[in-house]
């Protein structure tokens, strides 16, 4: 399977944030491993998963606004409320 290279502005800064959140990951392993309060570690771990989850979203919306796009095409201003409203429901996610 021939997969082309698939890149947005925006990745750049999802995978900093990922990185991010990895360096974040590690720490917690160390709390965890050095006897840190189980609080502590659930506060880290919410940090964590919230930024991953924001990387996530990023990702999903920009592949809509850039992907559905092209694939798609130009529309009426009337054909494009279901598209739009899709992506508009995204950011709930």
């Known amino acids: 399977m021939n997969k082309q290279l698939h890149l947005h502005e925006t990745h750049p800064e999802i995978v900093k944030r990922l990185k991010?959140?990895?360096?974040?990951?590690?720490g917690i392993i160390e709390m965890i491993e050095t006897g840190r309060p189980c609080i502590d570690v659930a506060q880290q771990l919410h940090a964590v998963e919230k930024a991953i989850g924001q990387a996530k979203k990023t990702l999903i919306q920009d592949h809509l606004d850039?992907?559905?796009e092209d694939v798609v095409g130009p529309l009426p201003r009337d054909q494009r409320r279901s598209i739009d409203e899709f992506k508009l429901i995204t950011k709930y996610l």
């Open 20 to 26: 991010r959140a990895d360096g974040h990951l590690k």
């Open 66 to 68: 850039h992907c559905l």
